[in-house]
Antibody, heavy 120, light 111 residues
Framework: QLQLQESGPGLVKPSETLSLTCSVS??????????WGWIRQPPEKGLEWIGS???????YYNPSLKGRVTISVDTSKNEFSLKLSSETAADTAVYYC????????????WGQGALVTVSP | QSALTQPASVSGSPGQSITISCSGS?????????VSWYQHHPGKAPKVLIY???NRPSGVSNRFSGSKSGNTASLTISGLQAEDEADYFC???????????FGTGTKVTVL
């Protein structure tokens, strides 16, 4: 059974960079049929797609965050990472990593989510 | 890209059927077969219930069914059970540069 687990600091200061890692177990991140993505949910708001990466390194980002977001993959560690710079309070959210099926665009496996609070 | 619109809450008694709507536009739900539905118990990982509008992954109860008409997708839960009490959200691939949009989420309460 595939499992994804987010890890990283739960508190980030304004203007600093948020860094999260998603560790994948029970399957290879190098499988060609899948993308790996980050999604977030601010308090009392809906989900927002942040961006996705293919195992070869091809990346796709939400234009609303472009310029601030970087997603990378480390196939040797079977993990992928998110960096979001210039943090503001509006970036406070639960951040999820998830796998996306390339042919159905279905998010078929998710992590439990990591709460990141942006505060001085 | 605006989020897909869902009712904030839906409730029903055990054994009843409920339907959750997910309204979008021509550039997402109306123009895509890649519509999916998810169940989320707080603190746990979301679980996919429906993909490609109406397909159920292996292991998902046939009490869950999906459909689409125009720019609106729907999830129906039949034979409502206490364990169905959770948050539900939809998702669609979109032809815009955002690629993926999600619903605003619906809290299902079993009375």
């Amino acid at each position: 059974q595939l499992q994804l687990q987010e890890s990283g600091p739960g508190l980030v200061k304004p203007s600093e960079t948020l860094s999260l890692t998603c560790s994948v177990s029970g399957g290879s991140i190098g499988t060609s049929s899948y993308y790996w993505g980050w999604i977030r949910q601010p308090p009392e708001k809906g989900l927002e797609w942040i961006g996705s990466i293919f195992h070869r390194g091809d990346t796709y980002y939400n234009p609303s965050l472009k310029g601030r977001v970087t997603i990378s993959v480390d196939t040797s560690k079977n993990e992928f990472s998110l960096k979001l710079s210039s943090e503001t309070a509006a970036d406070t959210a639960v951040y999820y990593c998830a796998r996306n099926h390339a042919y159905t665009s279905t998010w078929d496996y998710w992590g439990q989510g990591a709460l990141v609070t942006v505060s001085p | 890209q605006s989020a897909l619109t869902q009712p904030a809450s839906v409730s029903g008694s055990p054994g009843q059927s409920i339907t959750i709507s997910c309204s979008g536009s021509n550039s997402d739900i109306g123009g895509s077969t890649f519509v999916s539905w998810y169940q989320h118990h707080p603190g746990k990982a979301p679980k996919v219930l429906i993909y490609d509008v109406s397909n159920r992954p292996s292991g998902v109860s046939n009490r869950f069914s999906g459909s689409k008409s125009g720019n609106t997708a729907s999830l129906t839960i039949s034979g409502l059970q206490a364990e169905d009490e959770a948050d539900y959200f939809c998702s669609s691939y979109t032809s815009s540069t955002v690629y993926y949009v999600f619903g605003t989420g619906t809290k299902v309460t079993v009375l």
